[in-house]
Every structure is written in structure tokens, then in C-alpha cells.
């Protein structure tokens, strides 16, 4: 099942820099493990934010509650999450 997640993350003004950047660079490895094992499909950037954009192929969402949740920055995010399925214009063969 594919799910739309927006990821808008706001740290602590008051957070220490090293603690920011200890947590943004585990945030990546899980980010990038995620990736390779296919769960999380696609990642965009939103220019001019501390946001992404991102598609996920997983089972459901407990599924993808469970991942979300594991999250490093998962405190410091506001998220908001759309179900999506195959539009039938679509030409494509792997966007389901």
C-alpha cells in the first residue's frame, strides 16, 4: 500500500548543536537503510522548508505507524499522511 507523508520537522530552538546534528545524522543512516529495503519509495526535499516529501510502500498503516514512529526526529515532526492508489490514466506499470 502507498501512503503520501509530509514530514515538517521543528527542533528546539533551544537544542544544543551538536545534539541536532548527532540526530540528524541517525535520522539518515534510517532514512537510507529504509530506502534500501524499499520501504520508503521516494524523497523529496520542500525548497525553502525543514520538510519533506515522501511516498511509502508498505503493508498498512500500522505498518507504516510502526516506521514512522521509529524515527529519530519523530518527536520534532509534525506529519500528516494520504493513502494513495493507481489512478486509472495512469501509464505507468510500477506506481502500484
Known amino acids: 500500500m502507498l501512503f503520501h507523508v509530509r514530514m515538517d520537522v521543528r527542533l528546539p530552538h533551544d537544542m544544543p548543536p551538536d545534539k541536532a546534528d548527532a540526530l540528524k545524522k541517525i535520522e539518515r543512516e534510517r532514512a537510507q537503510e529504509l530506502q534500501r529495503q ?6 523529496w526535499r520542500v525548497a525553502g522548508h525543514y520538510s519533506n516529501v515522501s511516498i511509502f510502500d508498505v503493508s498498512g498503516a500500522d505498518e507504516l505507524h510502526d516506521i514512522l514512529s521509529t524515527l529519530p526526529l519523530f518527536p ?7 493513502a494513495l492508489c493507481r489512478h486509472p490514466s495512469s501509464i505507468r506499470d510500477d506506481d502500484t
Open 76 to 82: 520534532f515532526m509534525d506529519i500528516s499522511v494520504s
Open 38 to 43: 524499499g520501504k520508503w519509495r521516494h524523497l
